[in-house]
Nanobody, 124 residues
Framework: QVQLVESGGGLVQVGGSLRLSCAAS????????MAWFRQAPGKEREFVTG????????HIADSVKGRFTISRDNAKNTVFLQMNNLKPEDTAVYYC?????????????????WGQGTQVTVSS
């Protein structure tokens, strides 16, 4: 099992940057494929980006391509989401998710472990 705790959310102006972190507890972090999802008010949760357990594959939503980057530090059991050039439509609660082994999947049900979420608000 793994427990996930997100941090780094906050209020930022349009065009600004934030870096979210997701710290994982438990063993074998390097065997987990990690992803970020987000949920805006009144909308369903959506896939943002994911990184495979071996770091070989990255998937990213078209809406954030070129602005967001996912990375991981297995030595620190942490995955990051660097968000640049933020827009008001990026306002959402951001969730970290994990699944053991396998490639990146864009659907929620594939991920067994979830963090509690961190709020990102982009003001115009």
């Amino acid at each position: 099992q793994v427990q996930l705790v997100e941090s780094g959310g906050g209020l930022v102006q349009v065009g600004g940057s934030l870096r979210l972190s997701c710290a994982a507890s438990g063993r074998s972090f390097s065997t987990y494929t990690m992803a970020w999802f987000r949920q805006a008010p009144g909308k369903e949760r959506e896939f943002v980006t994911g990184l495979s357990w071996n770091g070989g594959t990255t998937h990213i939503a078209d809406s954030v391509k070129g602005r967001f980057t996912i990375s991981r530090d297995n030595a620190k059991n942490t995955v990051f989401l660097q968000m640049n050039n933020l827009k008001p439509e990026d306002t959402a609660v951001y969730y970290c998710a994990a699944k053991q082994w396998g490639g990146v999947v864009r659907t929620e049900v594939a991920y067994a472990y979830w963090g509690q979420g961190t709020q990102v608000t982009v003001s115009s």
